[in-house]
């Protein structure tokens, strides 16, 4: 998954988990992380989503939900970032993982420029 957008833009997201058939995953999972940072060596990240945190959320068919929030990239530079979304659960004991980018473009609306 490859995410291109504005720098303190909010943005949702929804994936499905699949087995390795490419079925649909259809039990709950005992964790999912999301986290994003600058480069995959650094140990640091800059942010990061939680389904225990309820930052991710399950709807009814399936699918889980997060979103970027402004806060998240408002105090990022423009680049590209790496992100994984890590899947844990313990019965049936899985680990899956899925790597993506993060591409932070520049903005033309500046937090400071909006009016509420």
Do not use: W
Request: with cysteine; net charge negative; aromatic share 12%.
């Amino acid at each position: 998954m490859d995410i291109t957008m504005p720098r303190g833009d909010y943005r949702p997201f929804k994936f499905k988990i699949k087995n390795k058939d490419t079925t649909d995953f259809n039990q709950d999972v005992d964790e999912i992380y999301i986290t994003f940072k600058r480069n995959r060596n650094e140990k640091d990240f800059l942010f990061q989503k939680r389904l225990s945190t309820g930052d991710i959320t399950k709807d009814e068919e399936g699918y889980y939900h997060f979103s970027i929030l402004p806060e998240d990239t408002d105090e990022l530079s423009y680049a590209k970032y790496v992100f994984d979304i890590e899947i844990c659960n313990e019965n049936p004991k899985i680990k899956q993982t899925k790597t993506g980018t993060l591409q932070l473009t520049d903005e033309i609306t500046h937090t400071e420029n909006e009016v509420v």
